[in-house]
């Protein structure tokens, strides 16, 4: 399993940015994939996950009704659509993927064992 993630950038804050996490290597029919993101100085956090079967998504309390993960099926390609970004949200944006995942696992880092590079988002005040 291959991940290549992308779209992060500098943004001021009330803007958006969306990631892309383009998935490869194998089928990805019974995985979930999700995103977590690390500041300086803090944990990896769970940001977003998303079941590919049945398109069910989780999401972390601080970025509810904020941002929105989907995925397309044809390109092997999650996306992270993030709006009113805050300062706060700056961080490396990771994507990981792992076979199998029950829904209560979408949310635990120790859950995936697949990992793309990551990407900066910085959103200034």
């Known amino acids: 399993v291959q991940l290549q993630a992308c779209g992060g950038g500098l943004v001021q804050a009330g803007g958006s940015l969306r990631l892309s996490c383009a998935a490869s290597g194998h089928s990805f029919r019974s995985y979930t994939m999700a995103w977590f993101r690390q500041a300086p100085g803090k944990e990896r956090e769970f940001v977003a996950g998303i079941r590919w079967s049945d398109g069910s998504t989780r999401y972390a309390d601080s970025v509810k009704g904020r941002f929105t993960i989907s995925r397309d099926r044809a390109k092997n390609t999650v996306y992270l659509q993030m709006n009113s970004l805050k300062p706060e949200d700056t961080a490396i944006y990771s994507c990981?993927?792992?076979?199998?995942?029950?829904?209560?696992?979408?949310?635990?880092?120790?859950?995936?064992?697949?990992w793309g590079q990551g990407t900066q988002v910085t959103v200034s005040s």
């Open positions: 990981g993927a792992e076979l199998r995942l029950i829904y209560s696992s979408l949310g635990v880092l120790s859950s995936y064992n697949h």
